[in-house]
């Protein structure tokens, strides 16, 4: 529920909302995963 209510202001519970806060949350850190590696890969390599 805390997941609906990150991504969802307002939004009710539901099973539907449960799934898409659930994927917009992995979304989020796959892209943060993503965004890490580059800059870590372009301080390395300048």
Known sequence: M???ERWLPGA???ADNLGTAK????EH???M???VANGIAK???G
Do not use: G
């Open 2 to 4: 805390a997941l609906v």
């Open 12 to 14: 009710q519970p539901t």
């Open 23 to 26: 994927w917009l949350e992995e």
């Open 29 to 31: 850190w796959r892209r």
């Open 33 to 35: 995963e993503i965004a």
């Open 43 to 45: 301080a390395l390599n």
